[in-house]
């Protein structure tokens, strides 16, 4: 059943074909959108290319192993603050101090029930990203209830398509953060191959429109030239 943590991207690197299609299935049962590394290398490349919410990380992937792609991860401020769950046939003590102690917020030993894992991850989310498994959001004078998809600025009500709820959801989640079009296409309309990056333009535009009827509020939405688009007040 989906959740209102859905709009978390959650990186996969592991190894074991067959536990990657069962992790995928039952991430993506729960609505998140899900990257898939085979060796910590791409892993690496993958954290950069599209920074994840949470990464699940096998100890023993090749390339680069577990403990150091965790280590090179906390090491770089751009991805220190990135939840990282260990994945690992290691079950001894000794072990879940060397993952801990490089940086895991959480250490699941494989056998493991998918249930758990899900009830593990939001529960780092919880911690780590608390907007993410928030039932409402609220930057500047915004506020969107995820429970009823009402949207309101200054405590009027905002009629909003839902296309522009979800990217106003995904800003809303990542104040202050550019992303490209590219980025907002995977994140907002996923796996439709169908859609321009130029249309990214027309739905802001839309949002735009709807969030600043009114002639005296500031635009929350900043372009930035040849990089794309972040939610932030007009005056910061």
Excluded at 33 to 58: C, S
Aim: aromatic fraction near 6%; glycine fraction near 6%; charge should be negative.
């Amino acid at each position: 059943m989906a959740t209102d943590s859905g709009a978390a991207r959650i990186l996969v690197v592991e190894d074991e074909p067959d536990l990657v299609t069962m992790l995928r299935y039952n991430l993506e049962r729960e609505d998140f959108m899900v990257d898939t590394a085979a060796d910590g290398e791409e892993g690496l490349l993958l954290v950069k290319e599209r920074p994840p919410d949470l990464v699940l990380l096998d100890w023993m992937v090749p390339l680069v192993s577990g403990i150091e792609v965790c280590r090179q991860l906390r090491r770089n401020p751009e991805t220190r603050d990135v939840p990282i769950i260990m994945l690992t046939a290691r079950g001894e003590e000794g072990d879940r101090v060397r993952g801990l102690g490089a940086g895991a917020d959480d250490y699941v030993t494989k056998p493991f029930s998918p249930r758990e894992l899900i009830a593990r991850i939001h529960a780092v989310l919880r911690r780590a990203r608390p907007a993410l498994e928030a039932d409402t959001l609220s930057f500047a004078d915004l506020t969107m209830d995820l429970a009823t998809h009402r949207v309101y600025r200054g405590g009027e009500a905002i009629e909003l398509r839902p296309v522009e709820f979800r990217l106003l959801r995904f800003f809303l989640e990542h104040p202050g953060r550019v992303f490209s079009r590219e980025q907002l296409l995977d994140a907002v309309w996923r796996d439709d191959a169908f859609i321009e990056p130029r249309t990214v333009d027309v739905h802001i535009r839309r949002l735009r429109k709807a969030l600043n009827r009114e002639s005296c509020r500031g635009d929350v939405i900043r372009t930035v030239r040849s990089a794309g688009y972040a939610l932030e007040p007009e005056n910061a």
